[in-house]
């Protein structure tokens, strides 16, 4: 069981345009027989609560091994995996800084309020394993005399760049850092860097490719994943909870 001090809540971002990938939603993409939404989900699987922010016509189908639902089941509202929250940056395709905070909204409006939030890309397909080592440095640090986390882990790449997208944040710290850039009207198409700029986080060295992303054809080639690869929601409607902004 998690000590209530580590207990953190995951925010999965499924929302872009995906332009280099010809509009086809990245969170669609099949990888190994699981979307990359439902790999997200997965490596997700001790948060407390999570939410996807991003467009809800494709969320899985099929449920994850954390989240499990029946297969025979089409998606709807009821057959959602237990727990998963949904909603949408406003405006739709403001950018992760926008997403981050739409998350972070619909985790405080439905009992999130653990102290770190994991924030996953959906479009890594071998996230679980970064995760893995950023929630081993977090449990290390917190074991440490003065310790507690501070203000997160953040996954850092064998070539040495920082990845926003998968992290460990302190989850007050997080909160107020959204709160400043708003302040200064730069959530909406901000950047990311600039959200995170006042966090005092560390940089852990994750497995070679476990950061590494589809935003173009050939990334999603030289993972395994082929065009057309890709599942369909049959129900563009429906999903989840919607808890915030358009779906």
């Known amino acids: 069981m998690q000590e209530k001090s580590l207990a953190f809540d995951a925010l999965i971002l499924a929302g872009g345009r995906s332009s280099r990938l010809g509009g086809v939603p990245k969170q669609s993409l099949v990888f190994r027989g699981q979307t990359l939404l439902e790999r997200a989900l997965d490596a997700a699987a001790g948060a407390r609560r999570t939410v996807v922010v991003g467009d809800s016509g494709f969320l899985p189908s099929q449920g994850t091994a954390s989240h499990p639902v029946s297969p025979s089941l089409p998606v709807s509202p009821a ?8 909603c949408r940056e406003e405006p739709p395709l403001a950018g992760p800084a926008a997403a981050i905070a739409a998350g972070l909204d619909a985790l405080a409006r439905n009992g999130g309020d653990a102290p770190f939030t994991l924030v996953l890309a959906c479009d890594m397909p071998l996230a679980s394993e970064a995760v893995a080592v950023l929630w081993e440095a977090l449990s290390a640090s917190a074991a440490r005399p003065q310790g507690g986390g501070g203000g997160g882990m953040m996954a850092r790449s064998g070539d040495g760049r920082a990845q926003p997208l998968a992290a460990f944040y302190s989850t007050p710290g997080l909160k107020q850092a959204c709160a400043e850039l708003a302040a200064r009207n730069g959530l909406v198409n901000g950047s990311v860097r600039a959200l995170l700029a006042s966090l005092d986080v560390q940089l852990v060295t994750v497995p ?40």
């Open 79 to 86: 057959n959602w995996p237990p727990g998963v929250l949904r």
């Open 208 to 247: 070679a490719g476990s950061t590494s992303d589809v935003d173009t054809w050939d990334d999603a080639a030289a993972l395994g994943i082929a065009a057309g690869t890709q599942r369909e929601s049959t129900d563009p409607s429906a999903g989840g909870t919607n808890v915030g902004g358009k779906s």
